[in-house]
């Protein structure tokens, strides 16, 4: 494999600013992370934090609830007597400790230290290129179109024997700009693929023999550059708000604005252009879901979606359709709920952290979530296996886990995947609902 070069990462709020001396770049310093416990009555809780302002992070609620306070909102909420851990003493202090930049220099795609940090864009863009040209006669590069300020969706189409058509594996990364965990992720399971194919793993070559891979690492760029320039924390594309709203409120949720059940539960996006689940206009009028949707349909009408993975982070969950409805199962919902405990048990008995994943419905497991990725592949694209994968941690880091995590998430991971996509046509799933 040809030599990639990496150059020295571009990122975080702190380090970024005093790279780039601007007045927009967002430092988090003194911002700090709390879990507070709920004992299964969150909206006692809330109601509590209602004098004071806080980002929420995390979505489960019945247990815990993780915040974000600014310095001025500390004392208020430390005076609200409640039970709570700190996750983030100082959260510039862990954005700086998890984007300082490494020392690198010329190597090989599969030196594995690339997975001893995080990396810019541009350096994603060639990891992925060089993996292409490392296996050239059974991959392409793709692009599932452009974002809103004009970057590419890029990503590999791989294939095996016979060469291309077959049912097709499909992975988004990087949905949410702030969770970084999630590309290095799916570019592990694409190494593996590769390599394994190359080398001749019996395992790896039947899968590339049976499924297409289709895979887009980062599908929110312009994101994804935000989070390493100006604000660590952000979520949503760059989109602007429309005309007659306030123009600083920037982005839709590219999770919130797929066609299927977009507009199906108040409670499972937001119409407020300010609000991190905002929703958008109109279905799919991010230009990021237009792309993606047009691959999906493609696919859909032509060798069909096998596997949809939308990765995203935190949590440790594996979530099954339906999510705008706590209460509505799909048909396939056995085979789903039996696929997923078998990969939970997978990454649970690879882990040295014996690392657990929370399996099921979306809407049940979680929270309500309209015009969702999973829930419009599956009823829209048709994809026989749809799913959410929440990744490490369950609390400790949230969204800004360290870097000497991504090693061993991205690895759990593939061992999680490869016993997922070999069960995908076995007979067990007989009974479990339709194909």
Do not use: C
Not at 127 to 139: A, H, I, K, T, V
Not at 291 to 305: E, F
């Amino acid at each position: 494999m040809r030599p990639f070069f990496l150059s020295p990462l571009l990122v975080s709020l702190a380090v970024g600013a005093a790279i780039l001396p601007r007045s927009d770049v967002v430092s988090y310093d003194g911002f700090k992370v709390f879990r507070i416990n709920t004992y299964g009555h969150p909206s006692a809780i809330k109601e509590k934090l209602s004098g004071i302002s806080f980002e929420q992070w995390n979505g489960d609620i019945y247990n815990h609830l993780d915040i974000l306070v600014s310095p001025s909102q500390i004392g208020p909420f430390e005076e609200l007597g409640l039970d709570f851990q700190v996750m983030h003493e100082n959260l510039r202090d862990s954005v700086v400790a998890e984007s300082e930049p490494r020392s690198v220099s010329k190597r090989q795609v599969d030196d594995l230290s690339w997975y001893d940090s995080y990396h810019n864009y541009e350096d994603h863009i060639q990891y992925f290129n060089d993996l292409q040209e490392s296996f050239p006669n059974n991959s392409e590069t793709i692009s599932s179109g452009k974002s809103y300020q004009g970057r590419n969706l890029y990503g590999l189409h791989l294939w095996g024997a016979g060469g291309p058509g077959k049912p097709a594996v499909l992975y988004h990364g990087n949905v949410h700009a702030r969770e970084w965990i999630t590309s290095p992720v799916v570019e592990y399971i694409t190494l593996q693929l590769v390599t394994g194919y190359t080398n001749g793993d019996n395992l790896v070559r039947s899968l590339l023999d049976q499924y297409d891979f289709y895979i887009i690492p980062i599908v929110n760029p312009d994101g994804f550059v935000y989070t390493q320039t100006t604000d660590r924390l952000w979520r949503k594309n760059r989109q602007p708000p429309p005309s007659g709203a306030n123009q600083s409120q920037i982005g839709r949720d590219i999770n919130r604005n797929w066609e299927f059940g977009w507009d199906a539960n108040p409670q499972g996006a937001s119409t407020n252009p300010g609000s991190q689940t905002y929703k958008g206009e109109a279905p799919s009028d991010a230009p990021e879901n237009q792309g993606l949707d047009k691959l999906v349909r493609q696919l859909r009408d032509g060798p069909g979606i096998k596997l949809f993975i939308d990765w995203h982070s935190y949590g440790q969950y594996i979530l099954s359709p339906f999510g705008y409805k706590e209460t509505l199962y799909a048909p396939e919902l056995g085979k789903w709920t039996k696929a997923a405990s078998i990969v939970s048990e997978t990454i649970r008995d690879s882990s040295d952290a014996r690392t657990t994943f929370t399996f099921g419905p979306s809407g049940a497991v979680l929270y309500p979530t309209t015009g969702a990725a999973p829930d419009h592949v599956y009823s829209i694209g048709r994809a026989e296996f749809s799913y959410t994968i929440e990744l490490r941690d369950t609390g400790n880091f949230g969204f800004v886990l360290p870097p000497e995590y991504i090693r061993p998430t991205a690895e759990e991971q593939w061992e999680g995947q490869k016993a997922l996509l070999s069960l995908l046509d076995e007979e067990f799933f007989d009974g479990e609902g339709p194909a």
